[in-house]
Protein backbone atom coordinates (compact mmCIF):
# COMPACT_ATOMS: atom_id res chain seq x y z
CA UNK A 1 0.00 0.00 0.00
CA UNK A 2 2.80 2.63 0.44
CA UNK A 3 3.23 4.70 -2.66
CA UNK A 4 -0.61 3.95 -3.25
CA UNK A 5 -2.89 7.03 -3.89
CA UNK A 6 -6.39 7.52 -2.72
CA UNK A 7 -8.49 6.54 -5.28
CA UNK A 8 -10.21 9.67 -6.74
CA UNK A 9 -13.58 10.85 -8.37
CA UNK A 10 -14.53 13.15 -10.84
CA UNK A 11 -16.00 16.19 -10.30
CA UNK A 12 -19.16 15.06 -12.37
CA UNK A 13 -19.34 11.88 -10.52
CA UNK A 14 -21.79 11.34 -8.15
CA UNK A 15 -19.36 9.67 -5.61
CA UNK A 16 -18.06 10.83 -2.44
CA UNK A 17 -14.29 12.49 -2.53
CA UNK A 18 -12.23 10.40 0.41
CA UNK A 19 -9.68 12.00 2.65
CA UNK A 20 -9.13 14.64 5.09
CA UNK A 21 -7.34 17.45 2.80
CA UNK A 22 -10.23 16.93 0.14
CA UNK A 23 -12.78 17.53 3.01
CA UNK A 24 -11.26 19.70 4.94
CA UNK A 25 -14.09 22.52 5.34
CA UNK A 26 -16.94 20.05 6.71
CA UNK A 27 -14.11 18.39 8.98
CA UNK A 28 -13.99 21.59 10.66
CA UNK A 29 -17.33 22.39 11.26
CA UNK A 30 -17.79 19.23 12.59
CA UNK A 31 -15.33 19.69 14.77
CA UNK A 32 -16.97 23.58 15.84
CA UNK A 33 -19.90 21.76 16.29
CA UNK A 34 -19.06 19.08 18.49
CA UNK A 35 -17.06 21.47 20.36
CA UNK A 36 -20.13 23.98 20.78
CA UNK A 37 -22.56 20.44 21.63
CA UNK A 38 -20.24 20.51 24.21
CA UNK A 39 -19.68 23.53 26.00
CA UNK A 40 -23.37 23.79 26.14
CA UNK A 41 -23.74 20.62 27.92
CA UNK A 42 -20.97 21.54 30.20
CA UNK A 43 -22.79 24.30 30.82
CA UNK A 44 -26.36 22.19 31.89
CA UNK A 45 -24.53 20.17 34.23
CA UNK A 46 -22.66 23.00 35.90
CA UNK A 47 -23.92 26.16 35.93
CA UNK A 48 -27.58 24.74 35.89
CA UNK A 49 -27.47 22.78 39.19
CA UNK A 50 -25.74 26.16 41.12
CA UNK A 51 -28.26 28.42 39.35
CA UNK A 52 -30.94 25.77 40.78
CA UNK A 53 -29.91 25.67 44.04
CA UNK A 54 -28.81 29.30 44.85
CA UNK A 55 -31.25 31.11 42.82
CA UNK A 56 -34.28 28.91 43.16
CA UNK A 57 -33.12 26.69 45.99
CA UNK A 58 -34.03 23.70 44.33
CA UNK A 59 -32.01 20.12 44.99
CA UNK A 60 -29.85 18.60 41.69
CA UNK A 61 -32.58 16.15 41.24
CA UNK A 62 -35.29 18.18 40.82
CA UNK A 63 -33.44 20.89 38.84
CA UNK A 64 -32.43 18.24 36.21
CA UNK A 65 -35.56 16.61 36.13
CA UNK A 66 -37.20 20.08 35.48
CA UNK A 67 -34.79 21.25 32.83
CA UNK A 68 -34.92 17.32 31.34
CA UNK A 69 -38.86 17.84 31.30
CA UNK A 70 -38.85 21.66 29.42
CA UNK A 71 -36.35 20.29 26.98
CA UNK A 72 -38.51 17.45 25.89
CA UNK A 73 -41.89 19.23 25.85
CA UNK A 74 -40.45 22.09 24.21
CA UNK A 75 -38.89 19.23 21.84
CA UNK A 76 -41.85 17.46 21.05
CA UNK A 77 -43.88 20.56 20.64
CA UNK A 78 -41.97 21.93 17.89
CA UNK A 79 -41.82 18.78 16.36
CA UNK A 80 -45.25 18.37 15.93
CA UNK A 81 -45.23 21.87 14.75
CA UNK A 82 -42.72 21.24 12.43
CA UNK A 83 -44.27 17.98 10.96
CA UNK A 84 -47.64 19.60 10.28
CA UNK A 85 -45.60 22.19 8.23
CA UNK A 86 -43.64 19.84 6.27
CA UNK A 87 -46.75 17.54 5.08
CA UNK A 88 -48.35 21.06 4.39
CA UNK A 89 -45.31 23.03 2.49
CA UNK A 90 -43.09 20.58 1.85
CA UNK A 91 -39.51 19.87 4.06
CA UNK A 92 -37.32 22.64 2.76
CA UNK A 93 -39.47 25.40 3.08
CA UNK A 94 -39.87 24.60 6.46
CA UNK A 95 -36.18 24.21 7.85
CA UNK A 96 -35.24 27.33 5.72
CA UNK A 97 -38.04 29.27 7.28
CA UNK A 98 -37.26 28.04 10.98
CA UNK A 99 -33.52 28.72 10.22
CA UNK A 100 -33.94 32.30 9.22
CA UNK A 101 -36.55 32.45 12.02
CA UNK A 102 -33.65 31.15 14.80
CA UNK A 103 -31.09 33.49 13.43
CA UNK A 104 -33.28 36.53 14.86
CA UNK A 105 -33.03 34.59 18.55
CA UNK A 106 -29.51 35.51 18.99
CA UNK A 107 -29.81 39.15 18.22
CA UNK A 108 -32.86 40.11 20.60
CA UNK A 109 -31.15 38.34 23.51
CA UNK A 110 -28.14 40.62 22.70
CA UNK A 111 -30.32 43.82 22.64
CA UNK A 112 -31.39 43.40 25.86
Given at each position: MHGRKPPRHNPGSAGAVLGLRQNLAQFML????????????????TVLPLLASQ???LDLYTSALTYILAFGLSKAAM???????????????????????????PRRQAKA
Open positions: LVAVNALVGGTLGQERTFHNYFAGTLSDRYGRKPVLVGMDRDGERV
